[in-house]
């Protein structure tokens, strides 16, 4: 693993998102599986998908967040996360000015019901690639 997203190639579905996962390393493969059963269990109408080498997550007909793993951590990424309450504290490089997530080093950083209220916020507007709800 490296400081970029996987080679993944880019598919919709769960199956996809779960071979995606599967390959991760130990303990990224741990931190994006709870983060996708979280969001399954969060969100009844999810879609999942790989894109740019990272699991993407929706509901309806746009991409709300994407999580994917690297090196030393997990990327926990809200499209228009800035927009959230409270507003997730990490601005990545390269994903839009308006995306805010956060950074897991293992399960134990995972705040279960501060990440599905931001997930529950984050699908309740227009995710990219979608129409106006």
Request: aromatic share 6%; with cysteine.
């Amino acid at each position: 693993m490296t400081g970029r997203a996987s080679p993944a190639k880019a598919a919709i579905g769960d199956k996809p998102v779960h071979a995606y996962i599967a390959s991760l390393p130990q303990p990224q493969r741990g931190i994006a599986a709870a983060v996708d059963a979280l969001a399954a269990k969060t969100l009844p109408d999810l879609q999942r998908s790989v894109k740019w080498g990272m699991a993407y997550y929706g509901v309806g007909d746009g991409w709300c967040f994407s999580c994917g793993g690297f090196a030393d951590h997990v990327k926990l990424m809200f499209i228009g996360g800035a927009a959230l309450k409270p507003v997730p504290p990490v601005t990545p490089v390269g994903m839009g000015k308006s995306t805010r997530g956060v950074e897991l080093e293992s399960v134990d950083d995972l705040d279960e019901r501060q990440i599905a209220a931001w997930m529950q916020q984050v699908a309740s507007v227009p995710g990219v690639g979608g129409k106006k709800r």
